[in-house]
């Protein structure tokens, strides 16, 4: 299993300028989220999705659109680019239930820089 | 929603001392996550706790979950270069987002 991907590695994009973060899962797992990390900030939850077609805000979703159309791709668009975006996003996934949490996988991350 | 709040910030110890860092919140929390980040790395899960004083160790690494679910905290034992890296608490249930703490930055003087 290559476990949770994340394309590209590296960007850098120009203010207004739009792209997609693209993250994949080869574990069959419901639940998929996008983090983004800044110096000091911790990790901050943007979207998650609990299946495919379902999606939800998490705490900093402004800037950021997602679809989840299988339960393999999450993606993540970023619509018009500023600097405070700046960051390095991860790409998570676990199992899905009610009966308790369940271990997070991360992607190897995705470092954007916006000038 | 849901916060965990992680103090320190950071730690330097000399190689060989002890480390621990510790996650608090106000509220009673369902359970508890660990993970490590390494410099240039994704979080790696370590470990979940979820009952009332629960107790975990990982070789050098020991995991407490207090008496009233409000707090944990990590513990290294006789620290080495190769735990360098940022510690993360986490609190999550089945149908909630995992809400992480700040992290614990670790230096590890040689």
């Known amino acids: 299993n290559a476990g949770v991907t994340q394309t590209p590695k590296f960007q850098v994009l120009k203010t207004g300028q739009s792209m997609t973060l693209q993250c994949a899962q080869d574990?069959?797992?419901?639940?998929m989220s996008w983090y983004r990390q800044d110096p000091g900030m911790g990790l901050r939850l943007i979207h998650y999705?609990?299946?495919?077609?379902?999606?939800d805000q998490g705490e900093v979703p402004n800037g950021y659109n997602v679809s989840r159309s299988t339960t393999e791709d999450f993606p993540l668009r970023l619509l018009s680019a500023a600097p405070s975006q700046t960051s390095v996003y991860f790409c998570?996934?676990?199992?899905?239930?009610?009966?308790?949490?369940?271990?997070?996988?991360f992607g190897p991350g995705t470092r954007l820089t916006v000038t | 929603g849901q916060q965990v709040m992680q103090i320190p910030q950071y730690q330097h110890v000399q190689e060989g001392e002890d480390f621990t860092t510790y996650c608090n919140s106000s509220?009673?929390?369902?359970?508890i996550q660990w993970y490590k980040q390494r410099p240039g790395g994704h979080p790696v899960f370590l470990i979940q706790l979820v009952k009332s004083g629960e107790v975990k160790k990982q070789k050098r690494l020991t995991f407490q979950f207090g008496e009233a679910k409000k707090n944990s905290s990590l513990h290294i034992t006789a620290t080495q270069t190769t735990d360098v890296g940022t510690y993360f608490c986490a609190e999550g249930s089945g149908n909630t987002p995992l809400v992480f703490g700040k992290g614990t930055r670790l230096s590890v003087i040689a």
């Open positions: 509220t009673t929390l369902s359970n």
């Open positions: 574990m069959n797992h419901e639940y």
């Open positions: 998570a996934s676990s199992r899905y239930g009610t009966s308790g949490g369940y271990e997070q996988y």
């Open positions: 999705s609990v299946g495919a077609g379902i999606t």
